[in-house]
């Protein structure tokens, strides 16, 4: 591919302590493609989108964002570079309403004089819309977040980062807690955001929804990239092989009379 | 199925208007309020409790429980608290006394001079509490001792005593402190007197004037920051990320917002109140004690609680904490006022406090679905 990438990560490295997270992870993502990251738990994919997303900062390798070296220094900056992320536990309030989760951090104002108020109209009917179009249908934009079902509450998260993300969409096993209809919702939500020219990673344990949308694939494990192929390099079987690490996995399959 | 174009949920019951306006954090705050007035209507109706003196006397001390509860609420609402409010408001007095009357300087001076160091005190604990990880409980438990360690020991360094006095006089002519110890309206008052519709002095030398001759600044400054706050709270992009701070600190950083400079900010405001406090008592009192403001930031925690505030931060109203302000006000000069034995002051606070806190848990449940 001719296109420059968005985001271009050299060798990351992040340690805590004495645990080495991530040892040297290359990665980049370019406009209008869906880069799966794969890998078993425990592999480094939420530590590495994090440094991505301003929450870490690596401790080793370096951070193109648009050619130019890239320092992230809270989750803010990355934001407000374009950058928008659905975390693993979802970063959300359960005592706020959905409203002011959606919005949290990026809040519509209204001016008042010199006063800056929340906007609630703007924000109560974009939540709903956003929403709408990702398949659920809110009972109130202001009932908490805490009164919703798992999925219901990914979902929140998924429609807030696909409304912020205005270069790159992070989304950390995004579908992990959702119904049928809802998953199909999503994965047509990436293919529909990537025709936009978004740049998305996304992060799954499963092979075929990774295969659905995905046009190329890492996979990391314990803290190093295993490689990184394009789409129809590579086979469902070979990929699956890679994330669980091969042999072990064929025996398991065998005893589980090959239905994994 | 049409549920993806339906504007209704057809999963939910229709709720009665009535419903959905008492489901609110301040419920519990409000019924005790009712609660409160009623027993005392009842039982001291003719005791003078109800006159504008008495009104006057409790609402001025419902209004320096309130200043102190709005900083506790809102440092509440971002996931801390202040256990070092009672000796700051010590500390604060007595910084003002030493600086206006053992210094000489102008009282002007010393009042601001105060506010300066004690909002810096609070960024302290606000900065130790985001830094350390440590719980704020304990950070502001070492300030607790830490300020009234001071508070005791510099008078009686420089003064060889206790409490300094003088304050009045210092205050005399000054710009600053009627903001915090002058009274407003007093020409309504007269007014009033004269028609007939609040008594008036019958003897002495302030003979034919009106017995409330204003409005102590110290309920305009309760009333005023009540309303700021909550404005603040439930109006603005700052508010959001204080219930945010609160509810869940990481989750709010995620998203961008800088919790620990909310949390730091919150510390400096609860400072803050705790400083106006200060400064409109030693103005009342014309002195400064060392023993001033024990046990104000227990006071200040309970009208929070009793005002639907989470102990453990993301949820709670200003209003309610007002309204638990009020609650202590009237029980405490209520009970003064029905010639009751003032001991019975702390078993009626108990039961309010938990009969507030009950129906307080049972309203949070249904609005934010904890289970
Ligand atoms: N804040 C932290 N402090 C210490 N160790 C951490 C921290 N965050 C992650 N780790 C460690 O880093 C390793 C990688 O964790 P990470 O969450 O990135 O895995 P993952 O690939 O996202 O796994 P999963 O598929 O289960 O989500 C794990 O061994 C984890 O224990
Ligand atoms: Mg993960």
């Not at chain 2, 806190?357 to 289970?371: F, H, K, P």
């Amino acid at each position: 591919m001719t296109t420059e990438p968005i985001i271009e990560m050299r060798n990351i490295e992040k340690h805590f302590g004495p645990v080495i997270a991530l040892n040297g992870v290359s990665f980049d993502i370019r406009p209008g493609e869906c880069h799966c990251l794969l890998g078993d738990n425990g592999a480094g994919k939420s530590t590495f989108i994090k440094t991505m997303a301003g929450v870490h900062k690596p401790t080793g390798g370096e951070i193109l964002f648009g050619g130019q070296a890239m320092h992230f220094d809270s989750p803010r900056d990355a934001m407000e570079a374009g950058i928008a992320t659905v975390y693993q536990d979802l970063a959300m309030i359960p005592l706020m309403s959905v409203t002011r989760n959606f919005w949290m951090g990026r809040e519509p104002v209204r001016k008042v004089g010199p006063f800056k108020f929340l906007d609630f109209k703007t924000a109560n009917d974009v939540t709903m819309s956003e929403m709408r179009k990702m398949g659920i249908n809110l009972r109130s934009p202001q009932q908490a977040v805490g009164t919703l079902s798992g999925g219901e509450r990914q979902t929140v998260a998924i429609a807030r980062a696909v409304h912020f993300g205005a270069k790159v969409l992070i989304l950390d096993e995004p579908t992990s807690a959702l119904g049928v209809r809802q998953t199909a919702n999503v994965l047509s939500t990436i293919d529909r955001v990537r025709k936009t020219g978004i740049g998305i990673v996304f992060i799954t344990h499963n092979v075929r929804h990774a295969m659905a949308v995905g046009d190329r694939f890492t996979v990391l494990n314990r803290g190093k990239t295993l490689g990184t192929a394009a789409r129809g390099e590579i086979t469902p079987e070979a990929l699956q092989d890679l994330m669980a690490g091969g042999q072990e996995m064929a025996a398991l399959e065998g005893s589980l009379g090959g239905t994994v | 199925m049409s549920k993806t174009d339906a504007t209704v949920d057809e999963r939910i019951k229709e709720t009665s208007k009535l419903r959905k306006a008492l489901i609110r954090p301040e419920l519990g705050a409000i019924v005790g309020t009712i609660a409160v007035f009623a027993f005392f209507i009842i039982f001291a109706g003719n005791s003078g409790m109800f006159n504008a003196q008495g009104v006057l006397n409790w609402s001025t001390v419902s209004a320096q429980f309130m200043i102190i509860a709005v900083g506790a609420c809102m440092l509440m609402i971002a996931g801390e608290f202040d256990l070092s409010v009672g000796s700051m408001i010590g500390f604060a007095g007595m910084s003002i006394a030493i600086i206006s009357v053992t210094l000489g300087w102008p009282i002007w001076v010393a009042i601001l001079l105060t506010f300066a160091l004690c909002i810096a005190i609070g960024a302290l604990n606000g900065i130790i509490v985001v830094r350390t990880g440590l719980p704020s409980f304990i950070v502001t438990l070492a300030f607790l001792f830490i300020l009234r360690g001071f508070t005791i020991f510099f008078p009686q360094l420089i003064e060889r005593r206790t409490i300094i006095g003088g304050i009045s006089e210092a205050a005399e002519g000054d710009w600053l402190a009627p903001l915090f110890g002058g009274k407003v309206g007093g020409g309504f008052f007269i007014w009033l007197g004269d028609l007939g519709v609040i008594e008036v002095f019958s003897r002495g030398t302030r003979a034919g004037q009106p017995v409330v001759d204003g409005i102590p600044m110290l309920i305009i400054w309760a009333l005023g920051l009540v309303a700021i706050a909550h404005i603040i709270l439930t109006r603005t992009q700052f508010g959001n990320w204080i219930f945010a701070a609160g509810g869940d600190a990481q989750a709010a950083r995620y998203v961008g917002v800088p919790v620990n400079r909310v949390k730091i900010q919150m510390f400096m405001f609860t400072a803050f109140c705790a400083c106006v406090f200060a400064t409109c008592q030693v103005i009342e009192f014309g002195s400064a004690g060392a023993d001033r403001g024990l046990l104000k930031e227990f006071e200040a925690i309970i009208a929070v609680v009793i005002g639907g505030a989470l102990l453990t931060g993301g949820y709670g109203s200003v209003i309610g904490a007002a309204l638990g302000a009020l609650i202590f006000g009237v029980v405490q000069q209520g009970l003064f006022f029905a010639g009751v034995e003032s001991s019975l002051f702390r078993v009626f606070l108990g039961v309010i406090l938990l009969f507030a806190v009950i129906l307080n848990t049972y309203i949070r449940r249904i609005i934010t679905g904890e289970r």
